[in-house]
C-alpha cells in the first residue's frame, strides 16, 4: 500500500511564502502563518512543497495509519486554502457563515482575499478546531 506523498520535510517556510509568485497572496501567506502560529502555539512545517501545516494528529484510511496536519494553508494560485477549520463529513460550523467570502470543498475553505473576510472570525474558526483536536 502506497504511503500518502504529502509529508512534513525540512523545507524553510519563509523561503516559500517569500517566493511565492503574486505579492497579494505572498502577504496573505505570512499573515496565515503568523495567525496560524499564535493561535496553535506551534511552529509552520512545510507539508509536501505547497503546504503549511501546524501540528499532527494520526488518522487512519485506506491508506494505512499516517499524519496529517491538524490545521494550515496553502497559498494557491485562485485562492488561498485553508485547512482544517472544515470537514464535509460534519455538521458545519455556523461561524463560517460570518467569515465573508469563500467557498469550501470536502476538507478546506478557499478564500480569494483575507482583505475581503473576517480575520477574528477566521481565527475563531482556527481556535475552534485545535481545541476540537487538542483540547
Known amino acids: 500500500m502506497a504511503a500518502p506523498k504529502t509529508r512534513p520535510t525540512d523545507q524553510d517556510v519563509t523561503a ?15 499573515v496565515l502563518r503568523a495567525l496560524m ?27 494505512g495509519t499516517n499524519d496529517w496536519f491538524d490545521v494550515g494553508f496553502s497559498p494557491r494560485k485562485a485562492a488561498m486554502t485553508i485547512y ?3 470537514n464535509g463529513y460534519e455538521p458545519v460550523n455556523p461561524l ?15 478564500v480569494k482575499r483575507l482583505d475581503d473576510i473576517d480575520l477574528e472570525v477566521l481565527e475563531r474558526l482556527i481556535s475552534d478546531a485545535w481545541r476540537a483536536l487538542h483540547g
Open 84 to 86: 482544517g477549520i472544515h
Open 16 to 30: 516559500f511564502l517569500d517566493a511565492v509568485e503574486h505579492p497579494r497572496r505572498r502577504a496573505e501567506g505570512h
Open 96 to 110: 463560517l457563515a460570518d467569515l465573508g467570502p469563500h467557498t469550501t470543498g470536502m476538507a478546506c475553505v478557499y
Open 37 to 63: 502560529e499564535r493561535v496553535t502555539q506551534q511552529p509552520a512545517v512545510m507539508w509536501g512543497p505547497t503546504m503549511v501545516g501546524f501540528g499532527s494528529s494520526t488518522y487512519t484510511n485506506t491508506l
